[in-house]
């Protein structure tokens, strides 16, 4: 018995010293609060030929925000931040949306290209933002604070559209060919949202890429020590560089499928205030905010707790402007259960009251 | 307090957690005296100066200053300004963004009556306190669009305007050039004709015997002693420096190593006036294939920069390097590695170990750099060559997967070491290998240096301890103030020879 119990105490011990350990349980308890509160949460049902439910729902509307992840945890992890991302995901929008054009007999531009070179202005503006930090040494912070203000301008700009004989920018402009909106929506006949896949896709691309070469490893030694890096003979400034890239690559990927999803581009508010859930979600991933050692799992599952959290919110009645504050206390306890801080104390704590008890 | 004398300290205890930094130490200085302070690094020269201004509290002894009946001790640097300690120290610690009046009077501007700050007074005694030190520059600029020297000396007018008795200059010479450094030494004249007591740090032993009257040596935290300039000829300073007393050191002659025919090898590498503004005077250098070749000198005398030129990890401003017959061309790190150069850099902490990953990834990242990032080394090989390595130099760890931060330095020195062995060299460079583990491990090192070399390896070995190094190398370089002086054949040599080269008398 007792020996059954110190075993059963050793697998617990492992268990939370694993890395993903509080960003599950996070998960799980935003999740479990919901079954009490609302037990047709799980309740998963095909309405109108497609997956319906309030799961679904979170797994759907998280897309965007794990793709962002993706790319955030790496730029984090050479130990930089990357807070234009919001902006660039309306940039990219933007231009795809204004070459696919407002016909409604054809595109403008081929749907295939117009995607494609919305794609490449986020990588050019990675890009950008890569060649500051990697190569300028800017600080992460302020050199993506240039696109973080630009982008959303530029971005008016490209949506400008003729009213009274003057262009004026800013506008949205619509999309009217019904093929564009399966990118955010659902492909003909498939039961599961699109975004789902790209999201996935995203996922195990990154993946594949971490683990099948060095580029993982040698983020890792950038982030941790770039200097030591250097002398064995890894290039860190273009590590750097490359994930500030791909980070613009993932800003406009999910720019393109929000755009998709209100077959629009609104350049006020395609990814507004993206960039503070995309960092937020690397932090409930358990990632080391100053650089190193990296999850990507962690990163996804804290991306999906943010979006939890909000689809909950919004099921307990919860209004969209009262939603920041309870957000905000959520995050507080999520973060501070993550603290080492916060262990710590705890720990010391306990040890007193031990010390207390033998005493007694 | 004896006549002249400005100030004394006496017995002066500083411990650290587990080590005893300053150990009785005494110190005395006279009126209208330069004083130099010496000592290998880690001697205490650095934190005798703490102690004195305040930066640490001492732990036992006494200081005494002119004016000061009771003994002082001052709790903070500013304390210490005001009992008439002032310190200019090695990085300079003004504000470049701000006007050189400002830095001078930082947080004692003179006011007007209402309050405000006096502009016009304040630029007039700035300009005045500079002329003491014999500069003559607008006050009103920036302090950044000057250069370093100027830099300095406005450091040293702020430090000697505010009433000082005692002057401290820590490595005051280290980014000037020679012209500079003598202006720098004219204002110390001056200074000591008006009465100003300097202390001067430093670890260019030309300057010391240049500008100073006393010499006080300390070592492993303990008081050596005080002598007068003339009494203590170059070689003697040295020795005293390293602690060997040069009369003894015959007996401590190397076993007799077999040396095969280095001289009729073929050269593995050859330097031709590489150099560096700054950082090492340009040298030539010619290595044999299958050579132990040690560089010497005190510490910053350029052994590191020289080693960091060749393996490109400065880049060197002029010269060229050929390596194997070839040009070598490297622009960062990884072209010379790529070649089959190898460098362990002195500081293990800042430029060695990658803290957060574990030992077997600290020991394949060179391996995988040189293979490239897309072809990932596959994890049975890496396992296969952690498991070798950890047997092969006995690393002590818990498993391959632990964080090298949570090795003892020892431990950690082998894995970088390891990490360049596994590369599998034709030229290693090991700067200060030996350093701060313990002397099992020392001798470890030296072994495989030596087995290395036999079988075929060419090393380059930078030590402080001139004793290891005449037990492994074939050859010995020597360098002085930034600058190679010279090369000594390892035929018997004693320590002696080697701190007279050193002490600038090859």
């Known amino acids: 018995m007792g020996t059954n119990s110190n075993n059963f105490r050793g697998g617990f011990k492992k268990l939370t010293e694993m890395r993903l350990f509080l960003p599950i349980v996070a998960l799980i308890l935003v999740l479990l609060v919901n079954i009490i509160k609302t037990p047709t949460f799980f309740n998963v049902s095909i309405q109108n030929g497609v997956l319906y439910g309030y799961v679904i729902d979170i797994l759907n509307r998280s897309c965007e ?25 309306a940039l990219a929008a933007a231009i795809c949306i204004r ?262 | 307090m004896e006549n002249n004398v400005v100030l004394t300290m006496r017995g002066i205890d500083k411990i650290f957690p587990g080590v005893q930094a300053l150990n009785k130490v005494d110190f005395t200085l006279k009126k209208g005296e330069v004083h130099a302070l010496m000592g290998e690094n880690g001697a205490g020269k650095s934190t005798l100066i703490k102690v004195l201004t305040g930066v640490y509290q001492k732990e036992g002894g006494e200081i005494h200053i002119e004016g000061i009946s009771h003994p002082l001790t001052n709790r903070s640097p500013e304390e210490a300004q005001k009992n008439g300690i002032s310190t200019v120290y090695q990085e300079i610690n003004l504000c470049p963004n701000i006007s050189v009046a400002e830095n001078i009077f930082v947080a004692r501007q003179p006011r007007t009556r209402i309050g405000a700050v006096n502009w016009k007074k304040m630029n007039k005694d700035a300009e005045k306190a500079l002329k003491k030190v ?83 040596v300390l070592r492993n935290g303990e008081f050596v002693g005080e002598y007068r300039i003339a009494e203590l000829p170059r070689v003697q300073l040295v020795a005293k420096m390293l ?16 040396k095969n025919n280095i001289q009729n090898k073929d050269s593995i590498l050859k330097a031709t006036q590489l150099g560096k503004a700054g950082s090492i005077k340009p040298f030539d250098i010619e290595i044999k294939r299958g050579e132990v070749i040690g560089l010497t000198g005190l510490l910053g005398s350029g052994r590191s920069e020289l080693a960091r030129l060749l393996f490109c990890a400065d880049k060197p401003e002029q010269g060229d390097i050929v ?93 970088i070491l390891g990490r360049w062995l596994i590369t599998n060299p034709e030229f290693l460079i090991l700067d200060e290998p030996t350093r701060g583990i313990d002397v099992g491990t020392k001798t470890e090192i030296q072994k495989l240096i030596v087995n290395l070399a036999e079988e075929g390896m060419t090393i380059m070995f930078i030590s402080s301890e001139i004793e290891e190094m005449l037990r492994t190398v074939n050859r010995l370089c020597v360098l002085c103030d930034r600058q190679k002086i010279g090369e000594l054949k390892n035929d018997n040599l004693s320590q002696h020879d080697v701190m007279t080269a050193i002490a600038g008398g090859v």
């Open chain 2, 134 to 216: 014999g500069l003559d520059i607008n006050v009103t600029k920036p302090l950044g669009e000057y250069s370093v020297a100027i830099q300095q000396m406005v450091a040293i007018a702020r430090a000697i305007d505010v009433q000082c008795k005692v002057l401290i200059l820590d490595e005051p010479t280290s980014s000037l050039d020679d012209s500079e450094v003598k202006k720098l030494f004219d204002v110390m004249n001056n200074l000591k004709a008006s009465g100003v007591a300097i202390i001067f740090v430093t670890h260019f032993l030309e300057q010391v015997y240049e500008v100073c009257d006393a010499i006080t």
């Open chain 1, 65 to 89: 925000l794990v793709i962002l992840a993706v790319g955030m945890t790496l730029v984090i992890a050479t130990g930089g931040i990357d807070i234009s991302v919001g902006a660039v995901s």
């Open chain 2, 243 to 258: 602690g060997h007393d040069v009369d003894d050191l015959s007996s401590l002659r190397k076993t007799s190593k077999e």
């Open chain 1, 99 to 360: 070459m696919l054009g407002s016909s409604y007999d054809a595109y403008a531009v081929p749907m295939g290209i117009s995607i494609l070179i919305g794609l490449i202005a986020g990588m050019a503006c990675g890009a950008f933002n890569g060649f500051l930090v990697a190569k300028m040494r800017i600080q992460a912070m302020v050199a993506t604070l240039i696109l973080f203000t630009a982008g959303r301008g530029i971005a008016q700009l490209i949506s400008a559209r003729e009213i009274g004989g003057k262009m004026v920018p800013g506008q949205i402009i619509y999309v009217r060919m019904e093929s564009f909106k399966a990118f955010g929506g659902f492909l003909p006949n498939v039961v599961v949202p699109t975004p789902f896949f790209i999201a996935a896709a995203v996922v195990i691309i990154a993946y594949l890429f971490l683990s099948k070469t060095a580029f993982g490893l040698y983020i890792q030694a950038t982030g941790i020590n770039s200097k030591a890096g250097r002398l064995v003979g890894i290039n860190s400034t273009l590590i750097t560089f490359l994930c500030y890239v791909i980070c613009g690559l993932t800003a406009a990927l999910a720019g393109i499928i929000s755009s998709s999803r209100i077959y629009s581009s609104d350049a006020n508010n395609i990814g507004l205030y993206m960039e503070l859930d995309a960092i937020l979600a690397v932090a409930l991933g358990g990632n080391n905010m100053s650089g190193g050692k990296f999850s990507l799992a962690g990163s996804v599952i804290g991306a999906i707790t943010i979006q939890a959290l909000t689809t909950s919110l919004y099921a307990m009645g919860v209004t969209a402007d009262q939603l920041p504050v309870y957000k905000a206390i959520v995050v507080i306890l999520i973060v501070s259960i993550q603290s080492e801080e916060l262990k710590r104390w705890l720990n010391s704590r306990s040890k007193k009251n031990a010390t207390i008890k033998v005493a007694g």
């Open chain 2, 323 to 415: 390596f194997k017959a070839e040009n070598l061309n490297a622009h960062a790190p990884i072209d010379s590695i790529k070649k089959g150069m190898a460098f362990l850099p002195e500081d293990r902490k800042e430029e060695g170990i990658i803290a957060d990953l574990s030992v077997r990834e600290n020991l394949m990242i060179a391996l995988q750099a040189r293979t490239g990032m897309f072809k990932l080394l596959p994890m049975s090989k890496q396992n296969e060559l952690t498991e070798k390595f950890i047997k092969m130099l006995k690393i002590k760890t818990a498993s391959p997967e632990t964080l090298i931060k949570q090795l003892s330095g020892g431990n950690q020195q082998k894995v």
